[in-house]
């Protein structure tokens, strides 16, 4: 029965002590529930299900559908090109996607540091262990038990050796009296240690530790030790100076650097993209004057046609076919205003504003289509690309960071070799001040010092890195090639599309010239009877086409230009955008 109540008893302690780590555990178990699982983010079970789900509410009978309202009037918002860029800068969604790239790529680089942060470690411990013993052993820890002959440790260390001659022939004195038992040993103990360690770039490690014990058993008394140690382990091959030491944390600081340059590209590649399409609406736009003015042309000369078509000197196919031309001029307006519908569709999603869609805003654009020759110096611009593009920034960085990993795994091949030293104190007592009493006293310092050595038989794990190292760095190199090959015949052929362009431009100049003084004879010679109405058609669809020829080549100009400068990497500075660093590492 006594036995039974023991162990209920020790049962009842450990649920008791297990009671804080269980409820710790539960608590962690407690999640949250996952934001989105397989089931939520299948497709409806069937495309029925789906139009249920998306329908627009109806409200009345059930084959009453409530028609919409009417949409509000257009707001007509004047647009520059520079104000498109600074609001596209500020609201457009991959953009803001991109910029998490830099304070996460920052995060590495504190992370790499934290490797030569000191480290404080502590424990704290109380145990009780309880084990049978027999014979021998049994009959001597029963006269220990069973008499308090034998002096404490504690009492013998500040002795004389005579006394503790007598001390110990009285023990076993006694210890000759006693029956022959066979008890158990128990011994409790408790420990606190604490160690504060720090590694150094230098392939350093020093340490300070302290410890203090204290231990009981049933057959002695309690005893109290106190400890205090300092060390340091130094690499002598693998692992030596700061030149392995810091590959991590310049592989970060790269990889930081490597994210600016990324958030760069996208910031260039967005202003790019605003840049070039903020003149596709002002194409359209000047695009519906020129067919505005082909159908005002257009009628013009049916109500000519239409008059000489009642006093008989055109017959009336003749009338028709001008008629006909009306109507082709109307349906190229309507496609020139589409056109614009369009594109503000397009600028509206680039420009990402909270409070406008295509329906209720429309852009007046103010930066008009005009344009001056600039001089192109395509070797120039190929060395500006060479200091400027992001893509090549970060191939070098690529680069970098194949050569620190060539150097990590390089200095793997080494076998380790590490010196070592030690020194500290200890003290014994029947007190915690019995523990820290002779912590200062030189007598009992203890050392240690020596070398450890480890190398690996074939060691051909290190070896496969280093290689795999050396032909990721040859990779890289020739990437880099690669890249500045493309990058030089990109800003050459921009090059050569901006000097296409400008010659366009004098080309359509003078057609537009010609075609206005053809259409003016024309329309001069068929009020006298000398020409035909398909004539003066005819030189009208001309003008036209050269019209829409020339304002395209001045759009075209300025976006070749635009193309210019974004191979160049150059737009940026050139739009007055400023790329700052706040998210570069300190």
């Not at 204290?214 to 100076?241: I, P």
Request: proline letters at 5%.
């Amino acid at each position: 029965e006594r036995s039974d109540m023991r162990k209920l008893n020790r049962m009842e302690l450990w649920l008791r002590a297990l009671a804080p780590a269980l409820a710790l555990l539960a608590a962690s178990c407690a999640t949250a529930p996952p934001r989105w699982t397989p089931e939520t983010v299948a497709p409806p079970a069937s495309l029925d299900a789906a139009m249920e789900k998306v329908a627009p509410p109806v409200e009345g009978r059930a084959d009453e559908v409530k028609l919409p309202l009417p949409a509000e009037e257009a707001k007509v918002l004047d647009l520059t090109r520079d104000g498109a860029i600074a609001t596209a800068l500020s609201n457009n969604l991959s953009l803001e996607v991109a910029e998490y790239g830099p304070p996460i790529a920052a995060t590495f680089v504190r992370e790499a540091r934290s490797a030569f942060d000191p480290m404080l470690t502590g424990t704290v411990s109380r145990g009780q262990d309880i084990s049978q013993v027999g014979g021998i052993t049994g009959i001597m820890l029963g006269g220990f038990g069973s008499t308090s002959a034998f002096p404490s440790l504690s009492s013998m260390a500040n002795a004389t050796p005579e006394q503790a001659l007598v001390g110990v022939l009285s023990g076993l004195t006694a210890l000759a009296a006693q029956p022959t038992i066979e008890p158990f040993l128990k011994t409790d103990t408790a420990n606190a240690t604490t160690t504060i360690a720090n590694f150094l770039p230098t392939g350093t490690q020093v340490f300070l530790t302290g410890d203090a014990n204290w231990s009981r058993t049933n057959y002695t008394d309690d005893e109290y030790k106190g400890t205090w140690s300092a060390g340091v382990t130094q690499a002598l091959l693998r692992g030596a100076g700061p030149g392995v030491n810091l590959v991590a944390l310049r592989q970060a600081k790269n990889q930081a650097a490597r994210s600016q340059h990324v958030l760069r590209g996208n910031v260039l590649d967005t202003v790019s993209q605003v840049d070039r399409q903020y003149w596709s609406p002002v194409l359209a736009q000047e695009l519906i004057k020129i067919r505005e003015f082909g159908v005002q042309i257009a009628e013009e000369q049916y109500k000519v046609s239409e008059d000489l078509a009642e006093v008989g000197r055109i017959a009336n196919g003749v009338l028709m076919s001008a008629k006909a031309e009306v109507a082709t001029r109307r349906a190229d307006l309507v496609d020139a205003q589409a056109m614009l519908r369009q594109q503000t569709l397009e600028m509206v999603r680039l420009l990402n504003p909270d409070v406008m869609t295509p329906d209720n805003v429309s852009f007046k654009t103010v930066d008009p289509p005009e344009v001056v020759e600039v001089e192109v110096h395509p070797d120039q611009s190929a060395q500006l690309a060479e200091l400027y593009r992001p893509e090549l920034a970060q191939a070098r960085l690529d680069l970098a960071n194949q050569d620190l990993e060539v150097v990590r795994t390089k200095n793997g091949l080494l076998p380790r070799l590490d010196a070592f030293a030690a020194y500290g104190r200890s003290s014994l007592g029947d007190s915690w001040s019995g523990a820290r009493e002779f912590l200062d006293e030189d007598e009992y310092d203890n050392y240690r010092f020596g070398v450890q050595f480890e190398v690996p038989i074939l060691n051909r794990g290190e070896r496969a890195r280093y290689t795999r190292a050396k032909l990721g760095r040859e990779q890289a190199e020739t990437a880099i090639e690669n890249l500045q090959q493309m990058l030089d015949t990109q800003v050459h052929q921009a090059a050569i599309e901006v000097e296409r362009q400008w010659q366009r431009i004098a080309a359509t100049k003078e057609a537009v010239a010609a075609s206005e003084e053809a259409m003016r004879v024309q329309q001069d010679r068929f009020s006298v009877g000398l020409s035909t109405n398909l004539d003066v058609l005819q030189v009208q669809r001309d003008l036209i086409f050269t019209q829409v020829n020339e304002v395209t080549a001045r759009v075209s100009y300025i976006q070749a230009l635009v193309g210019l400068y974004a191979a160049e990497g150059t737009l940026l500075e050139r739009r007055g955008v400023i790329f700052d660093d706040r998210y570069k590492d300190k």
